[in-house]
Nanobody, 126 residues
Framework: QVQLVESGGGLVQAGGSLRLSCTAS????????MGWFRQAPGKGREFVAA????????NYADSVKGRFTISKDNAKNTVYLQMNSLKPEDTAVYYC???????????????????WGQGTQVTVSS
């Protein structure tokens, strides 16, 4: 059974940093696209960042570009999201996701991802 488990969420003041981790089990994601999404209260789930199979490229939502960095450690089957200069509008439940098949695309749509974690809460106070 494939599982993605996020960790690292919490409460932080505006301007602070957090690093989220997402560890996969049940299969390797070394050649798959991995992504992060978030869902704020009362809003739909939105794309945050994606990382290609070999780390050669990444993609970010405009709202987090320059502040967030996605990375991947294939040996640990883990994807990270380093979040700096956090703002209150970054408050949301953050989800990691992975594609079923290998590929190079940096998908921004939820339907492209087959596996999802349960989410971790990030709260940024002003």
């Amino acid at each position: 059974q494939v599982q993605l488990v996020e960790s690292g969420g919490g409460l932080v003041q505006a301007g602070g940093s957090l690093r989220l981790s997402c560890t996969a089990s049940g299969r390797s994601f070394s050649t798959n696209t991995m992504g992060w999404f978030r869902q704020a209260p009362g809003k739909g789930r939105e794309f945050v960042a994606a990382f290609s199979r070999n780390g050669g490229s990444s993609n970010y939502a405009d709202s987090v570009k320059g502040r967030f960095t996605i990375s991947k450690d294939n040996a640990k089957n883990t994807v990270y999201l380093q979040m700096n200069s956090l703002k209150p509008e970054d408050t949301a439940v953050y989800y990691c996701a992975g594609t079923r098949y290998s590929g190079w695309n940096l998908y921004t749509g939820q339907s492209a991802y087959d596996y999802w974690g349960q989410g971790t809460q990030v709260t940024v106070s002003s």
